[in-house]
């Protein structure tokens, strides 16, 4: 299997900076993405990752170890409506066949 | 970013019926589409993954008589949950990519009640 790892909750303050970790399964591996989720809609798309290093996009960025079969999405400047469910998820070769984490559940509080 | 259009939003139908949700990309071809199931403060499962023309290939534990996936052109992709049950009630999720995206578009998701 693909097993993608990823932390269940994570709490933080606003204005504050967290970081996101996710691991998963190196075989046959083709691109990291991260989405946010709010509860009840479809998720939406935040980064796409394939080679490694740190791509950064306004307060959110990810990075990519590939030899390390890990990710993180790093969210700066934290804000109540960045309170959210954050889903790591590993494409894989052979049908772009796209595995999603469990999601990390992350409380922005003031 | 590109438009997926997934309909119904939301269904309820009666245990034993049939429903049929549709995915259609708006302004580009869907050379492939996956359907993800995501059950109350769970993660999306992968249920399958269609390409234009061929049959969906099923992931594991998921009957492919009971969820039938039709891709019949490069802007639709159905699938239908036969005889459905209770159980089966969940939020079902499209996403659809071409050859030029390395993202796949999600549409806005299908919550299904079966009572």
């Known amino acids: 299997g693909q097993n993608i790892d990823q932390p269940t909750e994570m709490t933080a303050t606003e204005g504050a900076i967290v970081q996101i970790n996710c691991t998963y399964q190196t075989s046959g591996f083709n691109g990291l993405f991260w989405y946010q989720q709010h509860a009840g809609e479809a998720p939406t798309f935040l980064s796409y990752?394939?080679?490694?290093g740190l791509e950064e996009k306004g307060r959110f960025s990810s990075f990519l170890s590939r030899s390390k079969g890990y990710s993180y999405l790093l969210l700066k400047e934290l804000q109540m409506k960045d309170s959210a469910s954050y889903l790591c998820a590993a494409r894989y070769t052979g049908g772009f066949k796209t595995i999603f984490g469990a999601g990390t559940r992350l409380f922005v509080k003031a | 970013g590109a438009v997926v259009s997934q309909h119904p939003s939301w269904v309820i139908c009666k245990s034993g019926t049939s429903v049929k949700i549709e995915c259609r990309s708006l302004d580009f071809q869907a050379t492939t589409m996956f359907w993800y199931r995501q059950f109350p403060k769970q993660s999306l499962m992968l249920m399958a993954t269609s390409n234009e023309g061929s049959k969906a290939t099923y992931e594991q534990g998921v009957e492919k008589d009971k969820f039938l996936i039709n891709h019949a052109s490069l802007t639709l992709s159905t699938l239908t949950v036969t005889s459905a049950h209770p159980e089966d009630s969940s939020f079902y999720i499209c996403s659809a990519r071409d050859i030029r995206n390395t993202e796949a578009f999600f549409g806005q998701g299908t919550r299904l009640t079966v009572v």
């Open positions: 990752n394939v080679l490694d």
